[in-house]
């Protein structure tokens, strides 16, 4: 009895590509009008920016590249680059795409958040900075900020906030689920 309470859950790499795809797709689809109105409604930009419902595409990169960057932390190499390959392989269906453009695109966004975030590797941080920059907000500061072309701190923090909403919990994951090549 205690052998079955305490074993993990299994799950194939397949069905946790499919659900991680899925599940952060549909959840940046039903609340991006949100994330739109916390930025421009936020009271540390001097003016609102024009980010619309045609921006979400960029969000969604920067939600999968960031995820992506930690899941690197939980996963042996070979098991990382086979989990990755295959929610590649999801994200291109789910935007009917090819598989090398999708792939391109989230080296390059996450390169862009190492980038824009460099020296520090919180990549929670990296998000909120790469939507600073992606979404071009420097502009929309008071002079200070928006002359260093550097995000506020309060600001960055709020963004930290609201993407904290779109990280996995790969930890909290993998103590609940194992994964397998099949189920049986």
């Known amino acids: 009895m205690l052998k079955t309470l305490f074993r993990k859950k299994k799950i194939t790499e ?3 590509a499919l659900s991680f795809v899925n599940t952060t797709i549909r959840s940046i689809e039903e609340s991006f009008d949100d994330v739109i109105d916390a930025i421009k409604n936020d009271s ?9 419902q045609k921006d979400m595409d960029e969000f969604i990169f920067i939600v ?3 995820n992506l960057k930690l899941l690197e932390r939980y996963l042996p190499a070979s098991e990382e680059i086979s989990l990755n390959g295959l929610i590649t392989e999801k994200i291109t269906a789910a935007y009917d795409s090819d598989y090398n453009t999708i792939k391109d695109l989230l080296e390059d966004y996450s390169s862009y958040i190492s980038r824009v975030n460099h020296p ?6 990296g998000m909120s900075k790469a939507i600073f920059f992606k979404y071009d907000l420097g502009k929309h500061q008071e002079d200070y900020f928006a002359q260093l072309n550097s995000p506020n701190p309060i600001f960055l923090k ?3 906030n ?6 996995w919990d790969w930890n909290n994951f993998f103590n609940k ?3 397998t090549n099949n189920l049986f």
Do not use: C
């Open 64 to 66: 999968f590249a960031g």
């Open 14 to 16: 397949s069905q946790l």
């Open 177 to 179: 689920y194992k994964i």
């Open 120 to 125: 520090s590797k919180n990549v929670l941080y």
């Open 162 to 167: 609201i993407m904290e909403n779109y990280l």
């Open 158 to 160: 709020r963004i930290d």
């Open 44 to 52: 540390e930009l001097s003016s609102s920016p024009l980010i619309s």
